[in-house]
T-cell receptor, first 112, second 113 residues
Framework: GENVEQHPSTLSVQEGDSAVIKCTYS??????FPWYKQELGKRPQLIID?????GEKKDQRIAVTLNKTAKHFSLHITETQPEDSAVYFC???????????FGRGTSLIVHP | NAGVTQTPKFQVLKTGQSMTLQCAQD?????MYWYRQDPGMGLRLIYY???????DKGEVPNGYNVSRLNKREFSLRLESAAPSQTSVYFC????????????FGQGTRLTVV
């Protein structure tokens, strides 16, 4: 089955800095890569996703890049703000009836 | 539009007791899932239902059973609770398969003493 590794497990930055979270996956057939944000005590919510036919996708201060050859994808957050503090999960999916596999999460702490 | 609703929000059980976690979605989604979340372990899939009438085991199914009651509802049952089942449980749903956004319920914090 699919295996997703996520790094780092904890990331501490100063407000205004950029943050990068990286995930690697094992199955080259995976074609859908969502990122979820989970604030403390809340449910995970999708913040951005990318499909295998796209190399990069941006939405305001967040972007995701995908390198299919190396089988890794990354979440980039620019100009971090305290409200970006949360746990971020990546996932990889083969699509169809295959269930997405989640990484173990990255706790992002943005210091004011 | 409520999205995904799961009950209860908190529960304390004694070892050996049973309980059912309820989940309902009003988005006409085909697929539903149950995850457990433990510190440092991410979201681990317990069971899923790709469509009404089907259920399949996920990564950590032992000690759990599920029922896809209809298209809207997917329940998770603990027959004989154990302290190792202390966790936060999330129900989720998605429109079709695994390549569309998953919507999560608000979570159930379960403690087994």
């Amino acid at each position: 089955g699919e295996n997703v590794e996520q790094h780092p497990s904890t990331l501490s930055v100063q407000e205004g800095d950029s943050a990068v979270i990286k995930c690697t996956y094992s199955d080259s057939a995976s074609n859908y890569f969502p990122w979820y944000k989970q604030e403390l005590g809340k449910r995970p919510q999708l913040i951005i996703d990318i499909r295998s036919n796209v190399g990069e996708k941006k939405d305001q201060r967040i972007a995701v890049t995908l390198n299919k050859t190396a089988k890794h994808f990354s979440l980039h957050i620019t100009e971090t703000q305290p409200e970006d503090s949360a746990v971020y999960f990546c996932a990889a999916s083969l699509g169809g009836s295959y269930i997405p596999t989640f990484g173990r999460g990255t706790s992002l702490i943005v210091h004011p | 539009n409520a999205g995904v609703t799961q009950t209860p929000k908190f529960q304390v059980l004694k070892t050996g007791q049973s309980m059912t976690l309820q989940c309902a979605q009003d988005m006409n989604h085909n697929s539903m899932y149950w995850y457990r979340q433990d510190p440092g372990m991410g979201l681990r899939l317990i069971y899923y239902s790709a469509s009404e009438g089907t259920t399949d085991k996920g990564e950590v199914p032992n000690g759990y059973n599920v029922s896809r009651l209809n298209k809207r509802e997917f329940s998770l049952r603990l027959e004989s609770a154990a302290p190792s089942q202390t966790s936060v449980y999330f129900c989720a749903s998605s429109l079709t398969g695994s390549d569309t956004e998953a919507f999560f319920g608000q979570g159930t914090r379960l403690t087994v003493v």
